[in-house]
């Protein structure tokens, strides 16, 4: 384990606090007690297929699987023969019921527009979309990529995309005309579906512009559907793209949901690994609905009246699982917020909470300890007194924030679920039973029932109470990806070949006396900038496409608000200066290529970079010196020792 991760281990373990949950939230939860709790665990370790067969009975299936699960090490199968539709589990079923008319969504837009869609209205809409994407020529198993604000329509699409059985890409509205293009050409995607625009913080974000530049690389796309949202002015090209308010609107609401096979791909969704090329994560469809659903329940505890609201983009997995599919096949009621936290003042989310009754908020600690920045006099404005239960993901939670979220958000009566999962893992993994598990501030405490979570050497065995290791997961899943997006043996390679027979997370942690896992965050090349994935390699080769760069290092260093920042050191091209004006371009060159949430916060320039003799770059010790740690360790295998010296002068 890379030693800037001792700091961390120390740090947490002098954490004992314990909150147990009141009595009145337990007596009204779903799962009530440990005692509860664990049984669920004990019948999933001694039956892990019966059950899962159990969960799947939330879900409804046009014909019944004949087998749970097929494991053919390290593929998996999940609900064999059955036949599925994930926009009818989210929508269709729910309309013979007093779910009909009830809100499905809540929308705020970010200028104070809002919209509420009953399940009625919101089935209708993706009937329409659904049937506008068969007159684009999308068939079952085509790629459909959304660039899309975190609108309605976002949902609709995804769901559209779900009922006839084509296969959706999300690509977050933040990632660039590049990134757009590469994720556009790695799915093959037919189709494009994006706005004119999108808010952010007042300023219009150009969508449809980034489109056009991305498609003069992307080549596979033939059509392009564009929802007008901020009324900019943009290009359409005659033949290619289509205004959605002229094709959807007109379109039949309805629209026959595919009957597609439990293991039809459902949806890939691009994340970050060690390589500087995003790997299309792929989930598929019957298993991922039982996982989603059956957490909205153990982890959320949903009741039917409740006001639930994620605020993740739908740009990221949360989005996906637990803004989208989970909470609708569930029957939820969803809020959507398009915009950001700060507009037009710092109590927008305080705002929306007291405005809808929001019961139950699922945030992300960098959202968080920018609150706790700001200042409680804008939480102190507003009633929250509907609350009843609050979530976090993305990123470890320090203890402080943790206490902050309890004490100002909470009123010291809402359960905290601090969930951790990957956007591979497809649902929640780890996590709280709220209405069973004692929580500690900063862990996730312990794995939800049927998850074989465990924290083992190198080698593979467990190690003792409080000591750090690799977090893995033994036995396959139902909500797991499938493999990567027509690279099985990159899925082979980067999950379950570093530790024999099992999938690897990638992260490091350890499980305290009581079992709680502590998850330290990642221990690869991997940073968690904001709550969001970035390779280290990803921002080295956005900084080496420019031409005055000669070679990059990236390296991720402690940030207090976005719990990691991001800093490169750089080479020049030989006669090439490094001065604050190059540095700046730089940044904008990292943002052009990937996006805004990859702009180095810090580059320094030098004439070489340490290496070791095999010519590896050191990163622990450019993360070490990135840290501001003086006292670096053991150097000997430097190829060049004054290129230390060099970097560390520069710092003074
Ligand atoms: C980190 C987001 C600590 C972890 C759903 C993981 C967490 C990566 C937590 C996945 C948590 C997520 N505590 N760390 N509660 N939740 N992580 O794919 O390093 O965007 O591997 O999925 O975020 O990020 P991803």
Known sequence: MASNQTADIESILNEGRKFPPSREFSSRAWIKSLAEYEEMCRRAEQDPEGFWAECAKEISWFKPFDKVLEWNFPFAKWFLGAEVNAAYNCLDRHLSGPRRNKAAIIWEGEPGDSRVLTYQMLADEVGRCANALKSLGVETGDRVAIYLPLVPEAAIAMLACARIGAIHSVVFAGFSAEALAERIDDAEAKLVITADGGWRRGQVVELKRNVDEALKRATTVRKCLVLKRVGSKVEMRRGRDFWWDEVVPQQSPKCEPARVDSEHPLYTLYTSGTTGRPKGVLHTTGGYLVHTISTMRWVFDLKEDDIYWCTADIGWVTGHSYTVYGPLAAGATVVMYEGAPNFPENDRFWQIIEKYRVSIFYTAPTAIRTFIKWGDSWVKKHDLSSLRLLGTVGEPINPEAWVWYNRMIGGERCPIVDTWWQTETGGIMISPVPGAIATKPGSATRPLPGISAEVVTREGKPVGPNQGGFLVVKRPWPGMLRTIFRDPERYKQAYFSQIDGMYFT???????????????????????????????????????????VAEAAVVGRPDELKGQGIMAFVTLESGRKGDERLKDELRQHVV?????????????????????????????????????????????TLEDLSVLSRLREDEE
Do not use: C
């Open 506 to 548: 990638g992260d490091g942690a350890r499980r305290d006396e009581d079992g709680y896992f502590w998850v330290m965050g990642r221990v690869d090349d991997v940073i968690n900038v904001s709550g969001h994935r970035l390779s280290t390699m990803e921002v080295e080769s956005a900084l080496v496409s420019h031409p005055t």
């Open 592 to 636: 052009k290529e990937i996006g805004a949430l990859a702009r180095p916060d810090e580059i320094r320039f030098s004439d070489a970079l340490p290496k070791t003799r095999s010519g590896k770059i050191m990163r622990r010790l450019l993360r070490q010196i990135a840290s501001g740690d003086k006292t670096l360790g053991d150097v000997t």
